[in-house]
């Protein structure tokens, strides 16, 4: 069956008959789940099988943002809270090996909770390294302030996904750990010299360049391209993210109806496919919005085809976990950090 290269959101807790007509005409190729489609594990649990039956492919791949802390679509009363990457920096720092089996042991139990819902893909980990006079838009979703450490902590949750038999995003590549703006409201530009990026932001993202999808910054470098954020930006994709960085895997937009980027939801998606990215993803469930973005995307083909169905296939089954046993042992080494940090 033929896919068109784009993502989509979905208004509510099921589907509608005019959003099922438009996954049936359009033929996403998957779906991304937020907090206003959440209300219980069986409500949740039936919406991915719609979307699947709508889409008419059973291994269609459904992603949601579960990173812990802020970012958690899924929560309490029904799913457990989860640490921020900051908890995991800080642990770290006492203790490395510490920090990298609490990183690994919150995101192998995520996986236990999206695998029991169906969901096989979560926009995780961030390699994004911030600095302090950036937004806090990152703020304490970051693995730390170094290279290294954001890179080994993002392979610790990386491993654990995969353990759970959920694909990892890498995000927001090149990065987002500068931009002193948050892209759901307005562009943020970067002027740091091309040589400091690639010694810090490219570093933290060329150790995972053998993750299967990524997620790209609305972000301009202006060393590089100053009149283009990275999602819009041929420079940026070639040069960096697939030549400095090296990523080979399938690469997403961070969404398209971001207010970071300019012109019609129509434009900008030609322009996110025209600088090559594989995939548009849009979020919000706006149907005349997802309209706008199925008549600028194309059928999902050559490479980038290629590219979608290696990362499908780095899936693997889960391993069995004790999932009584692995909580314990997160929320004691959280707990090494005092109920203040933690």
Not at 201 to 206: E, S
Not at 250 to 262: F, G
Not at 296 to 306: D, K, M, Q, R, V
Request: glycine letters at 8%; a negative charge; proline letters at 6%.
């Amino acid at each position: 069956m033929t896919m068109r290269a784009f993502i989509t959101g979905v208004s509510g807790l099921e589907l509608g008959t005019a959003e099922r007509d438009f996954i049936r005409d359009a033929r996403p190729w998957g779906f991304i789940l937020f907090k206003r489609n959440v209300q219980s594990p069986t409500q949740v649990t039936a919406l991915v099988d719609e979307l699947r039956d709508a889409a008419g492919r059973a291994d269609a791949p459904i992603l949601i943002d579960q990173e812990g802390g802020r970012v958690q679509r899924l929560g309490p009363p029904h799913w457990p809270v989860y640490p921020p990457g900051a908890a995991f920096s800080r642990l770290y720092d006492i203790d490395s090996a510490h920090g990298l089996r609490a990183a690994w042991l919150s995101a192998r139990l995520i996986a236990d909770d999206l695998g029991q819902l169906g969901i096989t893909v979560d926009c995780l980990p961030l390699a994004d390294v911030p600095v302090a006079d950036a937004d806090a838009v990152i703020g304490d979703r970051a693995y730390g302030e170094t290279p290294d450490k954001v890179a080994a902590i993002a392979r610790a949750v990386t491993d654990g996904l995969a353990q759970g038999g959920i694909l990892p995003v890498l995000k927001h590549i090149p990065g987002h750990g500068r931009a002193t703006a948050d892209t759901h409201f307005r562009l943020p530009t970067v002027d740091t010299p091309e040589s400091e990026l690639d010694a810090t932001d490219f570093a933290a993202f060329r150790p995972l360049s053998d993750l299967p999808m990524a997620m790209t910054a609305h972000v301009v470098f202006s060393a590089i391209d100053p009149a283009h954020p990275a999602t819009t930006s041929a420079t940026m994709i070639e040069r960096v993210i697939r030549g400095r960085i090296g990523f080979q895997g399938l690469l997403m937009s961070d969404d398209v109806s971001m207010n970071a980027l300019a012109g019609s939801i129509a434009e900008r998606t030609r322009a996110i496919i025209a600088a090559g990215c594989d995939v548009v993803l849009h979020c919000n469930g706006k149907l005349d919005e997802m309209q706008a973005v199925v008549a600028e995307t194309p059928e999902l083909s050559g490479i980038a085809l290629a590219r979608a169905d290696r990362a499908l296939a780095a899936r693997k089954p889960a391993v069995a976990l004790d999932r009584a046993a692995a909580r314990a042992e997160l929320d004691a080494l959280i707990n090494r950090l005092g109920p203040a940090n933690a």
